[in-house]
């Protein structure tokens, strides 16, 4: 069976410093990868897509980027976090056979001080 | 552009009462929709879809959503609720322009407490 992990679960980061999640999915290979955010009360807003290794789509512009080194592997990053980048962020992957079918990882809560 | 109202932010019921909670979306084509639910603090959970035929499809832990093209509505529903129901549910539409990747674009969600 197909398990999607990220890392890590909880994370305080001063303003300014930079930022690194990673999200890996196993059980699957050539996966779509997605990052979304979700602002407090808010709902889930796609920040990035990718349909394979190296192939970044962003939905919106900000201060973040994703990068694909690894088929199953994808990366959120950030240069200097700003205070909006607060939030809980997901990762979520689809397969090929049923690629309207998104799975979600367990989330990083993102605390920006 | 596609978009996905959930009209009500808050719903309170008690359990073994019968649940529906509301979602309205706006799109171009047929749609792909999706009822996915969270608990505090973790990942989204797939409770149902609908990609095309019959209009009333069953999910997961008793759900099922009712899709009514007039309405642009995928209202979901469960006849008895159950404490362990309370969490928060959003509604989703997706899109795959590409047709390899497919976007959804979700409500602001539904909050649902239980009381006993």
């Known amino acids: 069976s197909q398990t999607i992990h990220q890392w890590p679960a909880t994370l305080v980061q001063p303003v300014g410093s930079p930022l690194s999640l990673e999200c890996t999915v196993e059980?699957?290979?050539?996966?779509?990868l997605y990052w979304y955010r979700q602002a407090a009360g808010r709902g889930l807003q796609l920040l990035f897509y990718s349909v394979g290794i190296g192939q970044i789509s962003s939905e919106v512009p900000q201060n973040l980027s994703a990068s694909r080194p690894q088929d199953r592997q994808f990366i959120l990053s950030s240069k200097k976090l700003l205070l909006s980048d607060s939030g809980f962020y997901l990762c979520?992957?689809?397969?090929?056979?049923?690629?309207?079918?998104?799975?979600f990882g367990p989330g990083t809560r993102l605390t920006v001080l | 552009a596609q978009s996905v109202t959930q009209p009500d932010i808050h719903i309170t019921v008690s359990e073994g009462a019968s649940l529906e909670l509301r979602c309205n979306y706006s799109?171009?084509?047929?749609?792909?929709l999706f009822w996915y639910v969270q608990s505090p603090g973790q990942g989204l959970q797939l409770l149902l879809k609908?990609?095309?035929?019959?209009?009333l499809v069953q999910g997961i832990k008793g759900f099922e959503a009712e899709f009514k093209r007039s309405q642009s509505s995928f209202n979901l529903r469960k006849p008895s609720v159950h404490w362990s129901d309370a969490a928060e549910y959003f509604c989703?539409?997706?899109?795959?322009?590409?047709?390899?990747?497919?976007?959804?674009?979700f409500g602001t969600g539904t909050r649902l407490q239980v009381t006993l």
């Open positions: 609908y990609f095309s035929g019959d209009t």
């Open positions: 799109y171009g084509a047929t749609p792909y």
């Open positions: 979520a992957w689809s397969g090929l056979a049923n690629y309207n079918e998104q799975f």
């Open positions: 989703a539409v997706g899109r795959n322009p590409t047709g390899t990747a497919s976007k959804l674009t």
């Open positions: 059980g699957t290979s050539n996966p779509n």
